[in-house]
């Protein structure tokens, strides 16, 4: 029964020696890692500034610094990405006509019903009849084919066959229709404003352009 007590205490020993050998060579990996970093980093400092002697904590600082700026930019370009695939998948699933109606209006028509829901302050709905009308202005010159079954993925398609610019373009103006449409954005006036410029310029001031009232 002793031996087996004594035993087991000397295999616990051992196992701990283990455990802190493990994480004494962990550490002492980490700590070397650090401290080549800060000298390439002092280095490189010193070769950029010989006049400036960059102490160690100085160093350690600015290390710290470049690599809170380094994680920073990572999520802001992972956020950018999840954001961009957001907009490509709701821009390759709505159709932006949804009904013969808006199909047979002409593009004067439906600026004329945007200037009218302008007037009344309805911006939401006045975007979505801009939209429409730089879609059948591109149908009335055979940029593209508007039909109801078609999703702006699939004009900014037909588009870029024509014209590289002219697609671009209308894939920018798409995805600020599609989050105030089915995304459920407010639309502030100053946005507003800036769509109904961005949709005028590419109608060539057809269709009765008029200035948006001052808010």
């Known amino acids: 029964m002793l031996d087996a ?3 087991r205490e000397e295999l616990e020993d051992i196992l701990k020696q283990k455990e802190y050998r493990v994480y004494d060579e962990s550490k002492g990996l980490l700590a070397t890692w650090w401290e080549e970093a800060k000298r390439w980093l002092s280095e490189k ?3 950029l500034f010989p006049s400036i002697e960059v102490s160690n904590g100085a160093a350690s600082s600015i290390l710290i610094i470049v690599i809170v700026v380094v994680l920073l930019l990572l999520v802001l370009s992972v956020f950018l990405l999840v954001r961009h695939h957001k907009r490509n ?28 829901l302008e007037a009344l302050g309805d911006y939401t709905r ?8 730089l879609l059948l202005f591109f149908h009335e010159h055979k940029w593209l084919e508007a039909r109801i079954w078609k999703t702006n993925w699939e004009y900014y398609e037909e588009l870029k066959k024509g014209d590289q610019q002219r697609a671009e373009q209308f894939f920018h103006l798409a995805h600020f229709f599609d989050e105030v449409t089915y995304g459920e954005r407010k639309v502030q006036l100053q946005e507003y404003r800036q769509f109904h410029a961005d949709v005028m ?3 060539g001031g057809e269709g009765g352009e008029r200035s948006v009232e001052k808010g």
């Open 201 to 203: 310029k590419e109608l």
């Open 89 to 116: 998948r709701m821009l390759r699933k709505q159709k932006p006509l949804q009904s013969m109606k808006e199909l047979n209006w002409s593009f004067a028509q439906h600026i004329k019903e945007a200037n009218r």
């Open 126 to 133: 006045s975007t979505r009849h801009l939209f429409l009308a």
């Open 5 to 7: 007590h004594k035993a």
């Open 45 to 47: 400092l010193a070769a």
